[in-house]
């Protein structure tokens, strides 16, 4: 009774591991017949997905259930946990069930522990997660590319590392494409060497190759705090043009306002610590205190609030329907005591 617990916000990384797993185990030839997709937002499709995995493939191969969004370690009801513990026991040796879900699991609940003592015993079971570097994480992207390019065969220096770090950002699946475009140049342009050797891609052809989407909304806010209006709406119409979904945007945004109201509060309070500081803004990293103290010095409580308010009005603008460039230009252009000085 092979059990996939697969977790993490890197949706391509998690994506291509659900796949790797269908094509190891399922037989191409019956996939139509033992192949389930689940929507775990629906608790009735939960309960049909446990019945379905008690059941053994037909013809060759494996059967995959997977589900998506899966509430096992995250919350779920008394009825549907127990309907899990009497299914765990009954999963047949060639059926698989794969539990996606983009939050950590919580070890607290009995379902979660219940999962992790099963993947535990059996050693074809797993428990992988995927996450994403924060924006301003700049090792962790470089360990993001340094992993993509050992998948694709591809080396590449350290200054070169650094220049897709700055053009990509921490988008995984851009990363991944953009990295499958230089290994296709690569053999291209090596056709009589020993493909087996890690091809290695230069400075020169990343800045040739690489789109550059080094417009993010770490950026933006800090324009947001120059009190660059004009700026900020060019690379927020950027972002969006590229594909980058407005909630996650003003979310991202608005965590950052945040974090500066938080900490300059905090601050005149004489809260003086990183680590408490950092506890109470709800901050993981307090190295990130001394990057925001940077940030805002000079600038007013009044004036951080007014720009929380903006955004608040921003998001409940998107969530309204409204589009979403007419929503950030219609709240930021309005006058106000925009981030003056003390």
Request: hydrophobic share 40%; with cysteine.
């Amino acid at each position: 009774m092979p059990i996939h617990l697969i977790w993490g916000d890197d949706y391509e990384a998690c994506n291509r591991e659900i796949e790797e797993i269908i094509q190891k185990v399922i037989d191409p030839v019956w996939k139509s017949f033992n192949h389930s997709q689940i929507d775990g937002n629906d608790p009735k499709q939960n309960f049909r997905a446990l019945e379905e995995v008690q059941s053994a493939p037909l013809g060759s191969g494996s059967r995959v259930i997977l589900i998506r969004r899966s509430p096992f370690c995250n919350g779920c009801s008394i009825e549907l946990a127990n309907k899990l513990e009497q299914t765990l026991k009954l999963i047949p040796d060639n059926t698989h069930l794969i539990l996606n879900n983009i939050n950590k699991p919580d070890k607290r609940l009995k379902t979660t522990k219940l999962i992790q003592n099963s993947i535990q015993s059996n050693p074809f079971s797993k428990e992988i997660s995927f996450i994403l570097p924060l924006p301003w994480d700049v090792n962790g992207q470089r360990n993001l590319v340094k992993n993509i390019l050992h998948r694709f065969n591809i080396k590449m220096n350290h200054k070169t590392i650094d220049l897709v770090v700055e053009s990509l950002g921490n988008d995984s699946s851009l990363i991944n494409t953009e990295i499958q475009k230089l290994r296709l140049f690569s053999e291209a342009v090596n056709k009589n060497l020993n493909t087996n050797e890690p091809q290695e891609i230069s400075e020169e052809i990343v800045k040739k190759l690489v789109q550059n989407n080094s417009t993010n909304a770490l950026q933006i806010a800090n324009f947001l705090l120059k009190d660059e209006k004009i700026i900020v709406l060019e690379k927020i119409q950027t972002l969006l043009k590229n594909g980058e979904p407005a909630l996650r945007l003003i979310a991202t945004l608005t965590g950052q306002a945040r974090g500066w109201l938080w900490v300059h509060l905090l601050d005149s309070q004489g809260h003086l610590d990183v680590k408490e500081i950092a506890t109470l803004a709800g901050i993981a990293n307090p190295k990130r205190i001394f990057v925001i103290r940077k940030q805002i010095q000079g600038k007013s409580l009044e004036a951080l609030l007014e720009l929380m308010k903006k955004l608040l009005k921003i998001e409940a603008s998107i969530k309204s329907g409204t589009n979403p460039i007419n929503s950030f230009k219609d709240n930021l252009l309005t006058e106000s005591k925009f981030l003056t000085n003390n």
